[in-house]
Antibody, heavy 121, light 108 residues
Framework: QLQESGPGLVKPSETLSLTCAVYGGSTSSISYSWAWIRQPPGKGLECIGTISYRGSTYYNPSLKSRVTISVDTSQNQFSLKLSSVTAADTAVYFCARLFLAAVDMSWFDSWGQGTLVTVSS | SYVLTQPPSVSVAPGKTARITCGGN??????VHWYQQKPGQAPVLVIY???DRPSGIPERFSGSNSGNTATLTISRVEGGDEADYYC???????????FGGGTKLTVL
């Protein structure tokens, strides 16, 4: 239901750009927000940020200065831009749907298959 | 920011019960969710809201949450359960999405 796309190789200092197409659901739904999560090789999961259908965003404080997440409800997709990348940004990047069950009660109920992005010259 | 602590690894023999813990300060007051990730695959939600199972997840998977520890229990473990498991909570703060570090379940 979620499909990531974008370059698999990005040069250091450049901007990583990924798009997530949503199938079988709507990015305009009030029941969901949309998220980018990454996983460096051999490591755990890190949430980069989320965006609501209205465009309200949350960004991981450690990445906030370099991250932009946007949503295009007309195309039913959302996007990630991460600027000034370094080798430390090499990871599998997942897009995911965040179900907003209630205040303080949200979980990721659908994930894309993930795409490996390598930062290297 | 809120921290979730998981054991790096848990081992269990086939047919036995595996218990994977997720520790956090007063985690019992929060809603805990669990994900299974097999090698090369995306995570899959196996437990939400502490103890509820999404459709398609076997009844062998169960969850509990009290005090400072949440637990994912897998009964009658099978070889196909071998995977990494992550707990997650939503924290009311500037950094709301919190994952545990993950636990590798090995089926002996």
């Amino acid at each position: 239901q979620l499909q990531e796309s974008g370059p698999g190789l990005v040069k250091p200092s450049e901007t990583l750009s990924l798009t997530c197409a949503v199938y079988g659901g709507s990015t305009s739904s009030i029941s969901y927000s949309w998220a980018w999560i990454r996983q460096p090789p051999g490591k755990g999961l890190e949430c980069i940020g989320t965006i609501s259908y209205r465009g309200s965003t949350y960004y991981n404080p450690s990445l906030k200065s370099r991250v932009t997440i946007s949503v295009d409800t007309s195309q039913n997709q959302f996007s990630l831009k991460l600027s000034s990348v370094t080798a430390a940004d090499t990871a599998v990047y997942f897009c995911a749907r965040l179900f907003l069950a209630a205040v303080d009660m949200s979980w990721f109920d659908s994930w894309g298959q993930g795409t490996l992005v390598t930062v290297s010259s | 920011s809120y921290v979730l602590t998981q054991p790096p690894s848990v081992s269990v023999a086939p047919g036995k019960t595996a218990r994977i813990t997720c520790g956090g300060n007063n985690i019992g007051s929060k809603s805990v969710h669990w994900y299974q990730q097999k090698p090369g695959q995306a995570p899959v939600l196996v437990i939400y809201y502490n103890e509820d199972r999404p459709s398609g997840i076997p009844e062998r998977f169960s969850g509990s949450n009290s005090g400072n520890t949440a637990t994912l229990t897998i009964s009658r473990v099978e070889g196909g359960d071998e995977a990494d498991y992550y707990c997650q909570v939503w924290e009311s703060s500037s950094d709301p999405v919190v994952f545990g570090g993950g636990t590798k379940l090995t089926v002996l």
